[in-house]
């Protein structure tokens, strides 16, 4: 038995199933380091159907039309169109030589019609005869409007989100543990970052809070952040100062201005009088119309505009940890306020905690289940200890493996995925049966003959897992909601077996029968 034992730890296929389960378990347990309060879960993720939250079903709001003119040019159609409709107005090259124009609002094909009119023109003609008119929009702007919601969400530390997009204008956002409040405040408002400058009044006439209509009278356009903001610096920066009560750290919210928006702010700054008299002079930043940020310019940064202009800001926001929170905040919206359309909120829906909690719990139960479920039934099959345990510990290795495979790529595991789980339970049972029937049934012979039987054992298990891949992959790649997570673990699972733990199994059995 000693030699056995030294033998299968010297095989290199058992020891790549202990390698493997080892390195699951440190990307679950050890590296890179789990939060303090994460308990048995590690650097697991879960979806929000097993600890709760929030899902978005997003329409992203645009058209797209192509139109006929004679009278005037394409950048006269976007000037034009853009002034009518008060958006934004992009031309992209069709594949037949003509323009499509991107118009980043929803609009009816009755309303566009009417508008065209003033300058001689229609809505063109698709080769079927009918009008080229699509309530949609380009992916590009598409894959643009998820960068920046992506951005957001994980400037807010929300690692446990997914963003599935279908088709070109439609978007699906799971958010576990954000309620549906918070979710709908978080992703499902356009985003219009603006900076305006105090022109009257005095110091504390602008708050957070307020909405333009409250200070328009009081202030002056600026620049939008789409067009003046450079760079936004990642995380806050803090400086040491003197207080009344000794030293404190000031936080604040860095980011970098064009040549266009350093020199509308100097000029605004110096216009309105803020280089002189900055504190009744406030920068007041506005998001969808109110007003998240306002604060006087610094007496060095005045000094400084009457020189020339400064492309490097720091938007100081307080200190300490309130402060420090203001900042965060405050770079969320200065670096993913804008969004470049519209987006309407279609449907949404939500899991409350403890409801989420409860599937958690039940999943577990109905994969522990599952997992001594199969382990009795074989029992009941060959009565052999020697037989099951071995089984048991590699059905368990691979449940090891596609847990760390999840954590090592950041996957969400959902009531799909756990239901994945079961079934790759479910077929390496099948698989392992098969590699033991084929050893058992040749009873103790030849190497040769052993391995004829082995082999003729894998070559249905390859075509058995070939022939399920190729099915769940249809499902994978298609990105069909959550059904996507149950193929791919599928997948990710039967990869695991065929070629780390059923060849290790095999060895097993050669040895202990």
Known sequence: MKKGEKGLLGDIRVMAVILCVFAALVVIYVYPPPP???????????????????????????????????????????????????????????????????????????????????????IAKKPNGEDFFEDSITRATRDETRQIIETKINMLGLASTTIRTVGDNLMIIDLAGIDIRTARDMVGKPGKFEIRIQTNGTKGDIAKGQRLEEIENITAHVMYGSAG?????????????????????????????????????????????AVDNPEDHELAMLLDNVVVYSAPIANEACKKLEEG??????????????????????????????LPVNVDIVGSGEVPAYLGAKFKKGALIAGLLALISVTGVVFLRYREPKIVLPMFFALFS????????????????????????????????????????EVLSGGRSSTKMYRKRIDFAFGIIFVSATTTIVAMSAIAFMALGTLRGFAIVIIVGLLFGVFITRPAYARVIETIV
């Open 398 to 437: 691979e449940v090891i493996l596609i847990l760390g495979f999840a954590a090592l790529i950041h996957w969400q595991l959902d009531l799909p995925s756990i239901a994945g789980i079961i079934a790759v339970i479910g077929t390496g049972v099948d698989q392992l049966v098969i590699i033991t029937d």
């Open 36 to 122: 303090a309060d994460a308990g048995i879960n590690g650097n697991l993720r879960y979806g929000l159907d097993l600890v709760g939250g929030s899902s978005l079903q997003l329409k992203l709001e645009g058209t797209l039309v192509k139109i006929n003119t004679t009278s005037v040019n394409e950048s006269e159609v976007v000037e034009f169109l853009e002034e009518a409709l008060d958006t934004e107005v992009t031309p992209y090259k069709a594949d037949d030589g003509g323009v499509i124009y991107e118009i980043r609002k929803s609009v009816t094909k009755e309303q566009l019609s009417e508008v065209l009119r003033g300058i001689n023109a229609d």
């Open 229 to 273: 903001i450079e760079s936004v610096g990642t995380t806050p920066t803090s400086e040491m100062r003197k207080g009344p009560e000794g030293e404190y750290e000031e936080w604040g919210a860095p980011f970098a201005l064009n040549e266009g928006g350093a020199t509308a702010l100097r000029d605004s700054a110096i216009e309105f009088g």
């Open 309 to 338: 202009v400064i492309y490097w800001w720091i938007a100081n926001t307080g200190p300490e940890e309130e402060g420090r929170k203001k900042a965060r905040e405050l770079i969320i919206h200065l670096k993913a306020g804008a």
